[in-house]
């Protein structure tokens, strides 16, 4: 077995309760494309959780959640709101124009990530001629790609703003449970409350195998979404095994204790090394990631000493933790990052 790594939250395995809840559903048949009991207990579940009677579908990553999610938002000749360092934009190969047919994304430059009310206006203000594609939808990722978290008030805000543009508001929740733990809010808190019409909630990146749940709060969007997820090959068959995992999440309460472990794993480490002048946070550590900036000779020496990361944001590291984070393991990141320091000081 390979020493753990944090380049990654996708590095995990799956938990004990999204695995439990697999192999029970493993039991005999069961209807297959979602007409199943798994499917109907995961849906309430979720209806539960967010004390909504949402519209709830399950499918197979994040990508599919919020191309599809976006397309049912959108027609063609429409335009999607969002941050420079969005997903959508940096990491979903085009996903969201394909599935669209063409809608297009207006990216607000962002130093930290975050999209904000000014931005938004900007961008919705900026054309409003015939020959530019009109402003439909906003989108923010919670947390976002820098591990910053948006606070209750900060959603009610660019909802303000949507609401003003007439601009429908989607979430990337790819890691929305680890927001909800570090602001200690409900799920509806910062989901429906604050004025998001369609959450992609996350289940990968919080302990299961696969799987993202889409839930709309306004249920008339949702119309037809079964068959856009057919037609996307996001549809499946046995569904009670898509399904069944969040029934263990959401009734053993994981979701949440992945989240809370994945966040004290990523504020220990930045606890390790705040000590540190040659190493700086390049973001407040609010969720499970830490971003660090260092000399490139640090962060090569650190390669050599067998850790794998990413630089993508802003050239700085990027450790990711998940659910299994070992903190042994964590302090062990700390000391190679103290010695990688120390041996580039002689
Ligand atoms: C990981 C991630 C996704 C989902 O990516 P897939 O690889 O398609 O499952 C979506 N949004 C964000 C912000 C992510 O980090």
Redesign the pocket.
């Known amino acids: 077995m390979n020493e753990q790594q944090f380049a990654?939250?996708?590095y995990a395995g799956v938990c004990p309760e999204a695995w439990e809840a697999m192999q029970k559903a493993n039991q005999g048949s069961a209807v297959a494309y979602g007409d199943d009991e798994w499917t109907a207990l995961a849906s309430d579940g979720f209806r539960r959780l967010f004390n909504i009677d949402c519209e709830v579908f399950f499918v197979?990553?994040?990508?599919?959640?919020?191309s599809l999610a976006l397309a049912s938002l959108c027609q063609s000749y429409h335009s999607v709101i969002c941050s420079a360092a969005?997903?959508?934009e940096t990491?979903?190969c085009g996903a969201p124009e394909f599935f669209s047919n063409g809608s297009k994304l207006l990216v607000a430059p962002a130093v930290d990530g975050k999209l904000t009310p000014e931005a938004i206006r900007t961008l919705a203000l900026s054309r409003t001629d015939i020959h530019f594609p009109k402003p439909r939808v906003v989108t923010i990722?919670q947390p976002?790609?820098t591990g910053l978290v948006y606070s209750i008030d900060e959603i009610k805000a660019i909802s303000a703003v949507c609401k003003e543009f007439n601009l429908k508001l989607h979430m990337?929740?790819?890691?929305f449970a680890h927001a909800c733990e570090f602001l200690a809010c409900e799920p509806a808190d910062i989901s429906w409350k604050a004025g998001v019409d369609v959450l992609?909630f996350?289940g990968?990146?919080n302990g299961m195998a696969v799987g993202?749940a889409v839930l709309f709060f306004d249920k008339a969007l949702a119309e037809d979404f079964d068959y856009r997820c057919k037609q996307a090959g996001q549809l499946a068959s046995k569904m009670r095994f898509l399904a069944a995992p969040w029934v263990g999440m959401l009734e053993s309460g994981a979701w949440l204790k992945n989240a809370q472990h994945a966040n004290r794993a990523a504020r220990f480490l930045a606890e390790q090394l705040s000590t540190i002048a040659e190493v700086k946070l390049m973001f407040p550590v609010q969720a499970n990631g830490v971003f660090l900036q260092a000399e490139t000779s640090v962060l090569d020496n650190l390669r050599a000493k067998g850790w794998r990361f990413y630089t993508f944001i802003g050239g700085g590291a990027r450790f990711m933790f998940a659910w299994d984070a070992d903190l042994a393991r964590v302090q062990q990141l700390a000391d190679d990052i103290k010695a990688a320091v120390s041996e580039q000081a002689v």
């Open positions: 990654s939250d996708n197979f990553n994040g990508t599919a959640a919020n969005a997903h959508i990491d979903e990722t976002t790609e990337d929740g790819a890691r992609c996350g990968t990146k993202e």
